[in-house]
């Protein structure tokens, strides 16, 4: 696609990336994208200089309290919350256990969650194993296993008034489908629910805004959108305040760091807000703060990629022996399907044969891939595109699986 205000220029976009330089087709962005230059030279850079822990008086010591607070605002601009409601720890899984735990030391015997079938285990198992442990009872919206899609109306049944959290995706990193969240939420806070949004999958794709889908927490994973391997959780500093994690007594109490164990990556902070930045300039044209370049620049990442995945989903559901899972109606570009007579990791290993890089597998998406019936046959092959793929890739992605037939 040509430069042009708010458009992606591909081309442009493609040279950030040292990675790209191996000519092998990247399909496999949902398991992890590739890093752009200006975050390797940014972790790179805070390791030449000496960073101490914060807390000190001297110079590293300082360098240390800035990359902290730089990746709390490149975070917050990501998703419209603050910096003080934004807490980092080494990936959304492990923040998913902290939370979980501490919102329980609240909850009573009899108290409910609702998780979702259609989520990452990442925000289904922790709730399954925090509600054995203090009794709480667990109800699960199910998914429309020809759609793919999770009906947001199933929530009037599954909500009661002893609801007290509701887990949900908003966007599969399996078949892609996007849930109405703000929908849900909106029914989970009617009767006093929290909901903790799993956002590692969408954050690539669209400019998120906690606050308008309705998130009390919003968890993330930079190592999706070209950041290192960092993970987030983001809720509002109020909310933050009335939780009381695990910690060590000497670390301090105030919020968000009352969350964070131990000494942090800190060059790694500084790859998670280079890679905002590099999401915020991916239309160098545009202006602003960063939150609003963020809304220009992701705004041109979705129809971009919209635009190629309809050509990737289109070309696969006219294969006779492809079978694409589910067909939602609100997507990211990412798709999950399997091949007549192949067992998906022999169609992965054709793929890399031919120089594709995609995952096979259930993609940690166990219930749902166990729901519609997969597992048994070794899951599916994914294929996820990230604003640095190409129309060209796409038709050799599809030549590729057409030849399996
Ligand atoms: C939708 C979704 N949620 C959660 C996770 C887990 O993230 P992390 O690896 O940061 O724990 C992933 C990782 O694949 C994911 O795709």
Redesign the pocket.
């Known amino acids: 696609m040509a430069s042009g205000e708010g458009q992606l220029d591909v081309a442009r976009v493609r040279g950030l990336f040292p990675g790209l330089s191996d000519g092998l087709v990247h399909a496999d962005g ?3 994208s590739l890093v752009p230059e200006s975050v390797v030279r940014a972790v790179s850079q805070a390791m030449r200089v000496p960073i101490a822990d914060r807390g000190g008086v001297f110079a590293p010591s300082a360098r240390a309290e800035q990359l902290v607070s730089g990746a709390r605002a490149a975070i917050a601009d990501l998703v419209g919350g603050v910096p003080a409601g934004v807490v980092l720890g080494p ?4 923040l ?1 256990y902290a939370v979980a735990r501490a919102l329980a030391k609240h909850w009573r015997r009899g108290d409910e969650i609702v998780v979702s079938r259609l ?2 285990d ?2 289904v198992r922790p709730w399954l194993q925090i509600a054995a442990e203090f009794g709480l009872v667990v109800r699960w919206a199910e998914v429309d296993i020809e759609t793919g899609e999770l009906p947001d109306w199933q929530y009037d049944e599954l909500l009661t008034s002893r609801t007290r959290l509701v887990a949900v ?1 908003a ?3 399996a078949i892609g489908t996007c849930p109405d969240v703000a929908a849900i939420a909106l029914r989970a806070h009617r009767v006093g629910a929290l909901v903790f949004l ?1 956002g ?3 954050a690539p794709h669209a400019l998120l805004d906690a606050d308008v889908l309705g998130a009390d927490f919003l ?1 993330l ?1 930079a ?2 959108w070209g950041g290192p ?1 960092v ?1 987030a959780v983001v809720a509002h500093p109020g909310l933050l305040e009335e939780l009381h994690p695990d910690k060590l007594v000497p670390a301090p109490d105030r919020v968000p760091d009352r969350f964070e164990l131990g000494a942090p990556p800190y060059e790694l902070y500084a790859g998670v807000a280079a890679s905002v930045d590099h999401l915020a300039g991916l239309c160098p044209e545009t202006g602003g703060t960063r939150r609003e370049r963020l809304a220009t620049s992701m705004t041109a990442v979705s129809l971009y990629e919209s635009a190629l995945f309809s050509r990737l989903d289109r070309g696969l559901r006219s294969m006779g022996h492809v079978q694409v899972l589910g067909e939602p109606r609100y997507t990211t570009p990412t798709l999950s399907f399997t091949v007549s007579r192949l067992r998906p990791r022999a169609v992965a290993r054709e793929l890399a044969r031919r120089g594709v890089c995609a995952w096979d597998g259930d ?2 998406c166990r219930e749902l891939f166990d729901a519609i019936g997969v597992n048994e046959s070794g899951g599916a092959v994914r294929l996820g595109l990230m604003h640095y793929n190409t129309v060209e890739e796409v038709e050799h992605l599809l030549d590729t699986v057409s030849s399996l037939r």
């Open positions: 949902p398991g992890g990936n959304m899984t492990t998913t989520d990452h990442a925000n995706t966007a599969s990193n799993d590692a999958h969408a968890a994973s190592y999706k391997h993970g993609f940690y």
